[in-house]
């Protein structure tokens, strides 16, 4: 018999609508419940594509005799953390504070009014290595509640006043300067592995946001210690096991610092987010490398994460079926030599092997490798590796597919939207500017409604209940104003400024501070406010970046002072932790360069028009068109004529302008940072 989660739109809950365990979605209704039966909450949070939440929920959420003691003394509620990353955030932050760590599945004891008590990740079905299982656990809390309900309330209390005084103020005085920027270039450079790209040691995360600062930082001032930097780290993960070397698109992180073996699940965001650094990574550099990864992870996302709607899914699992049917992490991706060798014969296997790092021993579990390119850089006959690849990939179409999680979060398809746009407009591929338009037209369509509030999810073209929060906001302004630059249809500008009115009214405090849910959001026990940048921008610093971009395109006042105020935080915290607060210091570069603001009065897609787009400088924002209506359109365009009845661009940063050219040379110049 289904649960309660059988009415809801996230894959991850309906997962687990035939569990035994009695579960409730996150609502007022199952804290009353608890309420009215004097029982604690038990809060599970998870996602479709965590490997030890499946592991779990298979071990304990699926046995009979641990369900039935859930349901008698526990209201056991189930929350999706993509859908509702404030529940995740506040709840994590007092899980970290508790016991040094977080992770997911996250474990947490609520008392019926939401204060946390006791807390946890992953619960083994037995007890071992020092853990105890969870059937334990819940005897153990069941217990505490019903005997020593005082001291429980003291320790939900405290853990409560400890999360409610962590209120950030904006986090500094004043936007950042070339003074943070070289502090957080300093302590970049500390933490950069020479050897292998990247930043730290394993397990090591695909640093997309800092790449961008890195190649913005370039731009603006010529630093080569940044460009190799980002160079060396792109070209190690293009060639790691991160990156699928045959169907494109990279894994979620490498457990090895040297990108060998990855946590095999793909997630959308880190693929928008790498494929648009690759993109602009080839802009600054013409790397061939660069241009190669770019488009296969444009392709990637549009071949296994569209969704019938036009919208980008959120993810693919890690695991699948492998030959014997068992359900392990990679079967999909992995190859042995024997594998390689039924597939391509004996001469083209033992060449596969030798240029994917495919050996005997196996570089991943029971002799089965992961595919690499060697360091070496040896010649190679390109069109039989080209033979090659496609016919592993061929085969590869046989396996059993990882399961997908098919909803559609707006933040993650903000960054696919900008990441489409722009790589179609750099590569000529107006296919992708159209995936990128299709994915705008669903969010204003489904996520937007009639009333200009974002919501965070859908599900086959269905919005879901929960509102969006900042980061749904400032990444989907993003994409929208990544897109009105490349096709020069204004109304996505006008979409974005609708966007950061609501950023402006609803989510900005004092000072400049920002907040991850809206003043008119549920109340939590702690309103989340996060301004480090994790897998994702954070909200706070996704918000800053598009209200900045949307002040260079309209002249507004309001929107950049809101975006110098929110920069307060990565004056704050760049010189001390760089690493997670890479988008804030690119878009502290745009600040520091201007950004240039570029009028093309003239054809959309022509050369003065592309050459706008190629421009290095950072965060310049685009606008084109021609004829009298293009300042209807953008604000930019107003009173810019053609200069001798030639497409002319106009230059101009900080209220001056350049004298305007008809010369695409010229024009590059002029924006090569």
């Not at 300067?177 to 990247?198: F, K, M, N, S, V």
């Amino acid at each position: 018999m289904a649960n309660r989660l059988a009415q809801t739109t996230s894959p991850y809950l309906l997962q687990h609508a035939d569990n035994p365990v009695d579960w409730w979605p996150w609502s007022p209704e199952a804290f009353e419940e608890a309420r009215k039966r004097d029982v604690p909450v038990l809060l599970s949070v998870g996602y479709a594509s965590c490997h030890w939440c499946h592991v779990m929920a298979h071990e304990s959420f699926e046995d009979e005799s641990v369900a039935a003691y859930l349901n008698e003394r526990f209201v056991a509620v189930k929350v999706d953390r993509e859908e509702r990353p404030d529940v995740d955030a506040v709840y994590m932050e007092a899980v970290q504070a508790a016991t040094g760590h977080g992770g997911w599945p996250m474990t947490v004891f609520l008392t019926p009014d939401a204060e946390p008590f006791y807390f946890g990740t992953y619960f083994p079905p037995e007890p071992r290595h020092g853990s105890p299982s969870f059937q334990q656990v819940l005897e153990g809390v069941s217990a505490a509640w019903t005997d020593r309900r005082e001291e429980v309330a003291e320790v939900a209390g405290r853990i409560v006043a400890d999360l409610a005084g962590r209120s950030l103020a904006h986090g500094g005085d004043g936007v950042p300067g070339e003074a943070e920027i070289a502090q957080a270039l300093l302590g970049l450079t500390r933490e950069y592995d020479e050897q292998h790209g990247g930043f730290g040691g394993a397990p090591k995360f695909p640093p997309a946001m800092v790449v961008e600062f890195l190649l913005r930082h370039y731009a603006r001032t010529g630093s080569e210690g940044a460009l190799q930097m980002a160079a060396d780290t792109c070209s190690a993960m293009a060639r790691g096991g991160i990156y699928d070397q045959l169907g494109g698109g990279f894994a979620r992180y490498s457990v090895d610092r040297e990108w060998v073996v990855p946590h095999f699940e793909k997630m959308l965001y880190d693929n928008a987010l790498l494929c648009r650094v690759y993109a602009h990574l080839w802009r600054t550099t013409g790397s061939t490398e660069a241009r190669r990864i770019a488009l296969e992870t444009a392709d990637f996302m549009v071949r296994e994460l569209r969704t019938a709607e036009g919208g980008f899914a959120s993810a693919l699992d890690a695991d699948s079926e492998d030959r014997q049917g068992k359900h392990v992490e990679g079967a999909f991706y992995v190859w042995t030599p024997a594998q390689l060798r039924e597939v391509l014969g004996e001469e083209d296997g033992a060449f596969a092997a030798a240029y994917f790092g495919v050996t005997e021993e196996g570089t991943f579990e029971e002799g089965a490798s992961v595919l690499q390119l060697s360091g070496e850089a040896r010649p190679v006959d390109a069109g039989r590796v080209a033979d090659v690849r496609a016919r592993l990939l061929a085969a590869r179409e046989e396996r059993p597919r990882p399961g997908r999680d098919d909803k559609v979060v707006a933040a993650w398809n903000g960054l696919a939207i900008a990441a489409l746009a722009e790589t179609g407009a750099y590569f000529d591929r107006p296919d992708l500017v159209e995936r990128a338009t299709e994915a705008a037209d669903l969010l204003v369509r489904v996520h937007l409604g009639e009333v200009a509030r974002l919501t965070r999810t859908s599900k086959d073209g269905r919005a879901g209940t929960n509102a969006g929060v900042l980061e749904d906001y400032g990444d989907v302004a993003e994409g929208f104003l990544a897109l009105a630059a490349v096709t020069g249809e204004g109304a996505w500008l006008e979409f974005a400024g609708f966007l950061l009115d609501v950023v402006l009214e609803q989510f900005t405090g004092e000072g400049g501070q920002l907040y991850d849910t809206a003043h008119e959001a549920e109340k939590l026990i702690r309103r989340p406010q996060d301004p480090t940048d994790s897998a994702t921008p954070a909200g706070w610093t996704a918000a800053a970046g598009a209200l900045l971009s949307y002040a260079a395109y309209t002249g507004s006042e309001a929107h950049r002072t809101a975006a110098e105020g929110a920069l307060g935080v990565v004056k704050a915290l760049a010189p001390r932790a760089p690493r997670f607060i890479g988008w804030g210091l690119a878009v502290a570069e745009a600040l520091l360069d201007g950004p240039r603001e570029v009028a093309v009065a003239g054809p959309v897609g022509g050369e003065l028009h592309r050459t706008a787009l190629l421009g290095r400088a950072p965060g310049a924002v685009v606008a084109a068109g021609e004829g009298p209506g293009a300042g209807a359109e953008f604000p930019l365009l107003v009173d810019r004529p053609l200069v001798g009845g030639e497409p002319t661009a106009y230059v101009c940063r900080h209220f001056v302008c350049e004298a305007p050219t008809t010369d695409a040379g010229e024009l590059a110049g002029k924006l090569g940072g």
